[in-house]
Every structure is written in C-alpha cells, then in structure tokens.
C-alpha cells in the first residue's frame, strides 16, 4: 500500500533581511494510510511550514512530496480535493455568518452540490454539538466552538488526509480531552483517515500518535513511536498515576510491579495521590488488572510530558549541524 | 456545472455579509437613488439648454451625466472591487482556508468581488430605470443590444485591471496606488461628467488612453442615439484589444504572483 504521506529530501528556505531562512532542510518521511502521525519540535522547527507545503499553500524549493499519491507540485488540485487542514488559526472564519453558512459555503468550494452541503454541514454541526449555535454568527462562538467548526470545515468533503495545526490550541482541558477522543476514535479508527497532527502539548501527542517525528531547526532527528523515541533517547517510560484514596506504602506495592523500574510520589492533593511509574518499556493492558489486584482507584494514568521533552532534547544534540 | 455552483456560492456568501449589515446595506441602496436625484439637480443648471458638446449624442444633459455617472460607479467596482474583496480575505484570515479547497485558485481570489459585481449591475439597471421613469432621462432611443455587447467588452477589460490589482495585492497587499490611479484617471479623464472634447487638447491624448473613455463614449452613442454595432464597430474594436492585452496580461500576473505567495510563504500575509 502506498503511503498517505510520501515526503523525500524536502527543502524550503524563506527570504530573511539577512538572506534566506532554511525552515526544511531535507525532510524525509513515509505516512501509511490510517496512522495517526504527530509532528513535534520546537517553535521555528518547520513544522507550519511543513503542513503548509503538503497542503499546497506552500510550493518547496526542492525535493518531492506526495499526499494520497498526488504530486504537491503536479498535482496540487488532486492533493487539495483529498486533504482537509485545521489551522492553528480559529478566526479563519466569516465572524458574521453563521457556523452552518459557513459550512455550506466551504463545502460548495469543495464541489458539494448545494443539497449535499447542507446535509453534511447539518451533519457535522451535529457531531460536533454546535447544533444549538449552528445559526449564530461565528464571532459570538466561544473559542472552542470555532476550534470545533475549524475541524467540521475540514471534513466537509470527508478526505482521506487531515493535517491538524495545533488543533486544542487555547481550549478548556475538558474541551481539549473530547475533541482529542473524537479525533483518534472517530477519524482514525472508525474511518481509517489518515492524520497529521502538530501540536505543544506532549501529553496529546503522546496519547493520540502511533507515531512521532521530531524536526528540529528544520531536520529531522527521529521518527518512531513515542515510547520508543524516549527510551532510544536514553530513558525509560515515565507513567504518571493519580489515584483516590490513602497513599500509605504506595509506593512500595507499586514498585513491586512488573516492568517498573522505580516510583516517586510527585505529589498529594486531597484525597489524591499522584506518583511517577518508571517503566522498562511502555506499559500494556494488563497493569490496569494489577492496578485492580492493588486495589487501586484511577483518576488518571498516562504517560508523563517529560519523554518526548527529553527525546527532544537527545536527538537535537546527536546530530551535529 | 461545479463552477457555477462555486460561483453561485461565492455570490450567495457576499450577499449575506453584506446584508449582515443592515443599515448600510440599505444605506447604499439610498445612495445610490439619491445619486440620481444629485445628477438630476446638477443638470438643471443648464435649463432647457443644449451644450454644443452634446450635440453627438443627440440628447440633455442629465441624461448624458446619468449614464455617465452610473455606468463609471459601475467600471470602477470592477477596476477596483478583486483587490478590495482580497485584502479584506486576508485580513479575516480567510484566503487560505479559500485557497486548500478544491475550488480553482483563480475563482478563489478573485470570486469574493462576484457579489458586488452583480449588484452593481442591479444597481445601475435602477439607477438607469428610475433616471428614466421618474426624472426623465431620455433612453427612448437605445439600442440595448449594441449597449449590453459593448458594457460587457468593458466589464473583460477593466476586470483585466481589477486582476492586475489583485496580483499587486497578492505581492504588495494594499492596492491602493492602483486604486487611485483608476479613479482619477476614470473621473477627470474618461469623460464621467463631461465629454472628452471639452478637455484641453493637450489633455485629449490621455483621454484616449484610457478603455474608459472609448467606453462611454460608445456607449452613449448606443444609450442616447440609438447607435448600432456596425456605427460602433471602432469602440468595440479598441475595447476588443484593450480586452485582448488586458486579460492574458493580468491572467500571467495573477498566476506570476501567487506563485510568489507560495514560494515565499506569504499567500495569508497582510
């Protein structure tokens, strides 16, 4: 099957006061179909840049990039009909019209017939629980709500490949947690799409990705699943737990685990307790038995910010500019 | 038909934004009957009287500055409207979320101007009527035909300019050098209110530089006299080259331009 994403040697370079700016600086990569794939690194890294040239607003000076096997050069008008992009922008709206106006209209841009475009706006709208603002005008939607219509727009025409730009950017947590589930549960799992995602947040991109690339000042250090990139930096998997109920000896039970190398409490909050699991490798299901075994009440466990940081921070050392 | 699909929504979404506007979406309608009334009280300066300059288009005064005044409102917007409608898409951010759909990249940049253009048709077409139903503009003679064959071969070329402006835009992001240019040139010498022959000579050279001027002047002839086409045949001719230099010209520099934008990362620029 032929990737989703083919990138070979990317090169682009922004004009500068002071000559020109290298954003990329032969990128390669391969995304196969139904992955969902997270693009971390640093701001100024090239990772906008990267998402604009793969949906065509950005045309690089040298190297090849395919989107579901279209040419962004060649082909740009095929890659535009079988991508979907969420900028990072949310006020990338028409702030008098109304939520569904704007759907119909972006979706009658997408060659939707008019009826077609009002079905799938009403579709989304209602999938996205903006059916009760669906006919105020965007400028009176909270930043979540347009952050929402953000990605609706970019399923109008149901592509094969959606690049999403810092899509929880300035969301409530609990916002960011439901569009993170719809986004792996719904896009990639239900119907198979292909996503490219970038983001800050560490945590998303650990929870969401099968696999991570970190680019760096344009260059790509590492490619791989994001427990992997840690431990090949050089550390073990860092797990944080929070549990309910009384934390005495907690850690020691906890340590007694298989797979976990150490636990230090991180911190006690209430009734709470929250600790961090180093692990050997990245956890399976059957620690959520142990934890049932221990008597453990989760609140919450996933994989600590710190992995990817430090990945981060290893391969920007490893390879020498 | 998907293109006509696309342009019936880049038509239908200027229409709701403007009229998003209440009071100054009727406020124009206003203005532009009061416009009529202006002109029609301008030209009772001139009574009863038949200025030697008319004597062309064999008719008054008011009429002559109706359809000079309605039809140079109406130009304009097409000189000046792709490069307004675009720095306002740039500045609402809304260019590239136009530019990654599956919509052509030409009809994206320019199609959010499409709305005015069509109610500036509207508008003149009542500006026109009302001019002479109620205050007696003399259009008995037209010949609409040879008017409409003519107001379309310069609608080709002043939007041939109106794409050039978009392009400036797409490099330079405010056009308004070119808009200014267009407006002066339109009203001191295209013949707006005033025949092109009662300008200095040494001024008439100018004149006949301009699409414009041919523009109005055919079209008076049609509007006022009743001219033909085969009477016409030399304005439509040199509106015809105008038309011919114009379009490909501001087709290379749309695309010249927006290659630019892409190179340089600067399509949402503003």
Same mark, same amino acid.
């Given at each position: 099957?032929?990737?989703?994403?083919?990138?070979?040697?990317?090169?682009?370079?922004?004009?500068?006061?002071?000559?020109?700016?290298?954003?990329?600086?032969?990128?390669?990569?391969?995304?196969?179909?139904?992955?969902?794939?997270?693009?971390?690194?640093?701001?100024?890294?090239?990772?906008?840049?990267?998402?604009?040239?793969?949906?065509?607003?950005?045309?690089?000076?040298?190297?090849?990039?395919?989107?579901?096997?279209?040419?962004?050069?060649?082909?740009?008008?095929?890659?535009?009909?079988?991508?979907?992009?969420?900028?990072?922008?949310?006020?990338?709206?028409?702030?008098?019209?109304?939520?569904?106006?704007?759907?119909?209209?972006?979706?009658?841009?997408?060659?939707?017939?008019?009826?077609?475009?009002?079905?799938?706006?009403?579709?989304?709208?209602?999938?996205?629980?903006?059916?009760?603002?669906?006919?105020?005008?965007?400028?009176?939607?909270?930043?979540?709500?347009?952050?929402?219509?953000?990605?609706?727009?970019?399923?109008?025409?149901?592509?094969?490949?959606?690049?999403?730009?810092?899509?929880?950017?300035?969301?409530?947590?609990?916002?960011?947690?439901?569009?993170?589930?719809?986004?792996?549960?719904?896009?990639?799992?239900?119907?198979?799409?292909?996503?490219?995602?970038?983001?800050?947040?560490?945590?998303?991109?650990?929870?969401?990705?099968?696999?991570?690339?970190?680019?760096?000042?344009?260059?790509?250090?590492?490619?791989?699943?994001?427990?992997?990139?840690?431990?090949?930096?050089?550390?073990?998997?860092?797990?944080?737990?929070?549990?309910?109920?009384?934390?005495?000896?907690?850690?020691?039970?906890?340590?007694?685990?298989?797979?976990?190398?150490?636990?230090?409490?991180?911190?006690?909050?209430?009734?709470?307790?929250?600790?961090?699991?180093?692990?050997?490798?990245?956890?399976?299901?059957?620690?959520?038995?142990?934890?049932?075994?221990?008597?453990?009440?989760?609140?919450?466990?996933?994989?600590?910010?710190?992995?990817?940081?430090?990945?981060?921070?290893?391969?920007?050392?490893?390879?020498?500019? | 038909?998907?293109?006509?699909?696309?342009?019936?929504?880049?038509?239908?979404?200027?229409?709701?934004?403007?009229?998003?506007?209440?009071?100054?979406?009727?406020?124009?309608?206003?203005?532009?009957?009061?416009?009529?009334?202006?002109?029609?009280?301008?030209?009772?300066?001139?009574?009863?009287?038949?200025?030697?300059?008319?004597?062309?288009?064999?008719?008054?005064?008011?009429?002559?500055?109706?359809?000079?005044?309605?039809?140079?409102?109406?130009?304009?917007?097409?000189?000046?409207?792709?490069?307004?409608?675009?720095?306002?898409?740039?500045?609402?951010?809304?260019?590239?979320?136009?530019?990654?759909? $599956?919509?052509?990249?030409?009809?994206?940049?320019?199609?959010?101007?499409?709305?005015?253009?069509?109610?500036?048709?509207?508008? $003149?077409?009542?500006?026109?009527?009302?001019?002479?139903?109620?205050?007696? $503009?003399?259009?008995?003679?037209?010949?609409?035909?040879?008017?409409?064959?003519?107001?379309?071969?310069?609608?080709?070329?002043?939007?041939?300019?109106?794409?050039?402006?978009?392009?400036?835009?797409?490099?330079?992001?405010?056009?308004?050098?070119?808009?200014?240019?267009?407006?002066?040139?339109?009203?001191?010498?295209?013949?707006?209110?005033?025949?092109?022959?009662?300008?200095?000579?040494?001024?008439?050279?100018?004149?006949?530089?301009?699409?414009?001027?041919?523009?109005?002047?055919?079209?008076?002839?049609?509007?006022?006299?009743?001219?033909?086409?085969?009477?016409?045949?030399?304005?439509?001719?040199?509106?015809?080259?105008?038309?011919?230099?114009?379009?490909?010209?501001?087709?290379?520099?749309?695309?010249?331009?927006?290659?630019?934008?892409?190179?340089?990362?600067?399509?949402?620029?503003?």
């Amino acid at each position: 099957m032929s990737p989703a994403i083919d990138v070979v040697d990317l090169v682009h370079a922004y004009p500068g006061p002071r000559g020109p700016v290298e954003a990329l600086r032969g990128v390669a990569l391969a995304v196969p179909p139904g992955e969902f794939f997270g693009l971390f690194g640093p701001n100024g890294a090239g990772k906008t840049t990267f998402i604009r040239v793969l949906a065509t607003l950005v045309t690089p000076a040298a190297g090849a990039a395919r989107v579901a096997g279209w040419d962004v050069r060649r082909d740009a008008a095929r890659v535009r009909a079988a991508i979907g992009l969420v900028f990072s922008n949310e006020y990338s709206f028409y702030g008098r019209l109304t939520g569904r106006q704007n759907l119909e209209f972006f979706g009658a841009l997408q060659n939707l017939a008019p009826r077609a475009a009002r079905r799938r706006a009403a579709e989304l709208l209602a999938f996205f629980g903006l059916e009760r603002a669906a006919d105020a005008p965007v400028q009176s939607y909270s930043t979540g709500m347009r952050q929402k219509l953000n990605v609706a727009r970019a399923l109008l025409h149901d592509p094969a490949v959606v690049f999403l730009d810092e899509p929880t950017k300035g969301l409530d947590a609990l916002t960011a947690e439901a569009l993170r589930a719809l986004l792996r549960r719904e896009l990639v799992e239900r119907q198979g799409k292909t996503i490219l995602l970038t983001t800050h947040d560490l945590q998303e991109m650990e929870q969401l990705c099968d696999r991570v690339a970190i680019l760096e000042a344009g260059r790509l250090r590492a490619v791989g699943a994001p427990a992997e990139l840690a431990r090949e930096a050089g550390r073990s998997v860092v797990y944080r737990l929070e549990v309910a109920g009384p934390a005495d000896g907690l850690a020691e039970r906890l340590a007694r685990l298989p797979g976990v190398l150490a636990v230090e409490p991180a911190a006690v909050t209430g009734p709470a307790a929250v600790l961090d699991l180093t692990f050997e490798h990245a956890p399976d299901a059957d620690l959520w038995r142990l934890f049932a075994d221990l008597g453990l009440r989760v609140v919450r466990f996933g994989p600590k910010e710190e992995g990817l940081v430090t990945a981060l921070k290893e391969f920007s050392r490893e390879v020498p500019e | 038909m998907f293109r006509l699909l696309t342009v019936t929504a880049l038509i239908r979404r200027g229409f709701l934004h403007a009229a998003s506007y209440r009071l100054n979406f009727f406020g124009n309608y206003l203005g532009a009957l009061l416009v009529v009334v202006f002109y029609y009280v301008l030209a009772q300066f001139y009574g009863q009287a038949r200025p030697a300059a008319l004597a062309a288009y064999a008719g008054d005064y008011f009429t002559f500055l109706l359809i000079g005044g309605v039809l140079a409102r109406f130009f304009s917007l097409g000189f000046k409207q792709f490069a307004r409608e675009l720095e306002h898409e740039l500045a609402a951010g809304t260019l590239e979320p136009l530019m990654v759909t $599956a919509t052509p990249p030409a009809l994206a940049l320019l199609g959010p101007a499409l709305w005015t253009l069509a109610e500036g048709v509207v508008v $003149a077409g009542a500006q026109l009527a009302v001019g002479a139903a109620f205050l007696g $503009a003399d259009l008995t003679r037209a010949n609409w035909p040879a008017a409409l064959a003519l107001g379309a071969l310069t609608l080709v070329a002043v939007a041939g300019w109106g794409a050039l402006s978009a392009a400036f835009v797409l490099v330079f992001k405010r056009a308004d050098p070119l808009s200014w240019l267009a407006d002066v040139t339109l009203y001191m010498f295209a013949g707006v209110y005033f025949p092109v022959a009662a300008l200095p000579a040494a001024l008439q050279p100018i004149a006949w530089a301009l699409p414009l001027s041919h523009a109005l002047e055919g079209l008076r002839l049609a509007l006022m006299r009743g001219a033909t086409l085969t009477e016409l045949w030399r304005y439509g001719l040199i509106l015809a080259g105008f038309a011919a230099v114009l379009a490909p010209v501001s087709a290379w520099a749309l695309s010249a331009a927006l290659a630019r934008a892409r190179r340089t990362g600067s399509l949402g620029h503003y």
